[in-house]
């Protein structure tokens, strides 16, 4: 894997870091509040992390993260059952309880629970504590994750159980992490030496990130997938000084709404899907995560309209008469979605309207 230069990557860190860079995704102070109020149990949590998954990926390296299609099953045809087959909409969960999935995302909100209490209350023992999850799992050599995504979602008997371009979903907890290395700048969390580790590790994932043929792929995706590559790669592009990457990577975001968003407002890369609903909305929270990164660049995306006509608001406002009665859906939608499950969409649209509209 390439690593970029540890000495000029250490200069870097060591470097006040630009006002620019802690802006990516600002958390409004309702959504810390309720944050910091989850720290108590976050406090209690063991620190887990890659190592300790008990079926080792294809490298055989414990520290390569790995993970299992979530929607992928053995082949009742065949004798061994591969390669494994799809089924939308259908959780193999023992499948992927196997793999790292559920470690990285206790480990991307502890962080950011942690991170918020220190913020609003200031516990130092809340602060303490996220700094022994982020040595473990981007510091300490015994326990590190290696900066890829190589073996993340794993579909059984194809491409030789290597990792496929939605794999690149697993990490999107990661605009968190960069919001939590935000608000823990002034705390005990981290040593300046650890800092500077962390950024590297970071630069060396966006390296991996912005090149490797699985996450290019991803980064190509016209559905959600798309979406959930920028939401990630924009905030950490930021964090590690590459503000001129970040506003490439917005430009993009414009242009795959007019392939996702029909002028009606529409989605039908997801309304295809058998949760055609939770899948429209999932797409737009992501939208929604790369408008906040966006507007810390002064590019407003809430209220851009695409050439074709797309727009997120139309895209809301496509979902709005279904969002206290989800049933009413015409297309499918397998799983139960609760009433108001756009209501964090709706206000956060509302905040971002033009002043007197």
């Not at 930021?238 to 989605?267: F, N």
Request: aromatic fraction near 8%; charge should be neutral; hydrophobic fraction near 40%.
């Amino acid at each position: 894997m390439t690593r970029s230069t540890f000495a000029s990557l250490v200069c870097l860190a060591l470097l006040p870091v630009a006002a620019s860079a802690l802006d990516a995704w600002q958390r409004t102070p309702a959504e810390l509040a309720v944050l910091a109020a989850r720290a108590p149990a976050a406090l209690k949590a063991p620190v887990t992390v890659v190592t300790d998954k008990k079926v080792a990926p294809p490298s055989g390296d414990p520290h390569d993260y790995v993970s299992f299609a979530r929607y992928y099953w053995p082949d009742p045809t065949k004798p061994d059952g591969l390669p494994y087959v799809s089924r939308d909409g259908q959780h193999n969960r023992e499948q992927v309880a196997r793999g790292d999935r559920g470690r990285i995302g206790d480990f991307c909100e502890t962080v950011e629970q942690l991170a918020a209490a220190w913020h609003v209350k200031r516990d130092e023992s809340a602060a303490r504590r996220a700094g022994e999850w982020l040595r473990a799992w981007f510091v300490t050599p015994a326990t590190r994750m290696n900066p890829h995504l190589e073996y993340a979602q794993v579909r059984l008997g194809h491409n030789q159980n290597r990792g496929n371009p939605a794999g690149m979903l697993d990490s999107r907890g990661f605009a968190n992490v960069i919001d939590a290395l935000r608000l823990l700048d002034d705390s005990p969390a981290l040593t300046p030496a650890e800092k500077s580790a962390v950024r590297e590790w970071f630069t060396t994932f966006l390296q991996w990130f912005t090149t490797a043929k699985i996450a290019l792929e991803e980064r190509a995706a016209k559905n959600n997938h798309g979406s959930w590559y920028f939401a990630q790669a924009i905030p950490i592009a930021r964090y590690v000084g590459r503000d001129d990457l970040a506003r490439t990577l917005v430009e993009e975001s414009k242009a795959l709404l007019t392939r996702q968003i029909q002028p009606d407002g529409s989605q039908p890369e997801e309304i295809r899907r058998v949760d055609g609903l939770g899948y429209s909305r999932f797409n737009l929270e992501a939208q929604a995560l790369v408008a906040r990164h966006a507007a810390g660049l002064g590019i407003d995306l809430w209220n851009y309209t695409a050439p074709n006509g797309a727009s997120l608001r139309r895209a809301l406002d496509f979902l709005r008469p279904y969002n206290q009665t989800p049933e009413k859906w015409p297309h499918t939608q397998n799983e139960k979605l609760p009433p108001g499950f756009l209501d964090e969409l709706i206000a956060e649209a509302d905040a971002a309207k033009p002043n007197g509209a």
